[in-house]
């Protein structure tokens, strides 16, 4: 029988909330040497997750999008709405401004094949998982999958 993502998943994880200061979840991640934290609200319904890559632009700063002037007119080359993005990431003092909303999320009782299909799909590197009202259960990651497939 295939293992489901309840047999992988790490159960209770670590969960901070939009409110939660950045530097207070930076310190969250270092210490548990972890990479990612899902982001729930006061119900206990996950609302986004924080991520290395959330955080990485804290550090290195944006670079404004570049454009041309043509007759008085600004053509931006790049997409100035992701450079509005990256900058309110880059600016973010809460949890909840440098998040990513919506995240890719999986049920427990779903094959771990599917679960790594949806990370591979989606470039991700953890999904949380919530039972059936929406509430984060727990977390799995490419680590945990790689370790199930050596259990094998």
């Known amino acids: 029988m295939s293992k489901t993502v309840a047999d992988v998943m790490s159960s209770d994880p670590i969960v901070v909330h939009p409110e939660t200061p950045l530097k207070e979840a930076i310190q969250i991640l270092a210490e548990n040497r972890i990479s990612g934290l899902p982001v729930i609200d006061d ?51 809460t949890v909840g401004e440098v998040m990513s909303k919506n995240p890719v999320t999986i049920s427990p009782d779903k ?4 679960a790594a299909k949806r990370i591979q799909e989606h470039k ?15 977390i799995l990651t490419r680590g945990d999958i790689i370790r199930a497939m050596a259990a094998e």
Do not use: C
């Not at 094959?111 to 599917?114: G, M, R």
């Not at 590197?125 to 984060?136: A, E, T, Y």
């Open 43 to 93: 119900a206990g319904k996950l609302v986004g997750i924080i991520s290395e890559t959330d955080l990485m632009w804290q550090e290195t700063g944006v670079t404004p999008p570049a454009y041309i002037m043509f007759l008085d007119s600004v053509i931006y080359l790049q997409n100035p709405g992701a450079y509005e993005r990256d900058l309110h990431k880059a600016l973010g003092q």
């Open 111 to 114: 094959p771990l094949k599917e």
């Open 124 to 138: 991700v590197h953890r999904l949380p998982v919530l039972d059936s009202i929406g509430k984060v259960i727990g």
